[in-house]
């Protein structure tokens, strides 16, 4: 049974930088990908980035190219969203997803089997 537990958000001023992780513990070697979503006050679930576990491809929202970087590390079974640059429009509670299969969409949410509580990053202008 996989559990996901996210950590790293805080408060940054604008510019600064972050590291979330995600660590998804109980995987197995044939889990599809992960993904990182944010859901900000009054709004959808977005889609920031996804990445699967076996080639590391990756995906990423328009706002956040350039900007972000997800990563994972197998032997950890952990996923990281580097996030440089961050505006204020960042500000969100952002969410890890697990994916099992290649079914889906890596931007959808329903293409995600299960959700980390969340950890809530917050960038002042």
């Known amino acids: 049974q996989v559990q996901l537990v996210e950590s790293g958000g805080g408060l940054v001023q604008a510019g600064g930088s972050l590291r979330l992780s995600c660590v998804a513990s109980?995987?197995?070697?044939?889990?599809?990908?992960m993904g990182w979503f944010r859901e900000a006050p009054g709004k959808e679930r977005e889609f920031v980035a996804a990445?699967?576990?076996?080639?590391?491809?990756?995906y990423y929202a328009d706002s956040v190219k350039g900007r972000f970087t997800i990563s994972r590390d197998n032997a950890k079974n952990t996923v990281y969203l580097q996030m440089n640059s961050l505006k204020p429009e960042d500000t969100a509670i952002y969410y890890c997803?697990?994916?099992?299969?290649?079914?889906?969409?890596?931007?959808?949410?329903?293409?995600?089997?299960?959700w980390g509580q969340g950890t809530q990053v917050t960038v002042s202008s």
């Open positions: 109980g995987r197995t070697f044939s889990d599809y990908g």
């Open positions: 997803g697990y994916r099992r299969t290649y079914r889906g969409q890596y931007y959808a949410t329903k293409s995600y089997d299960l």
């Open positions: 990445i699967t576990w076996s080639l590391g491809s990756t």
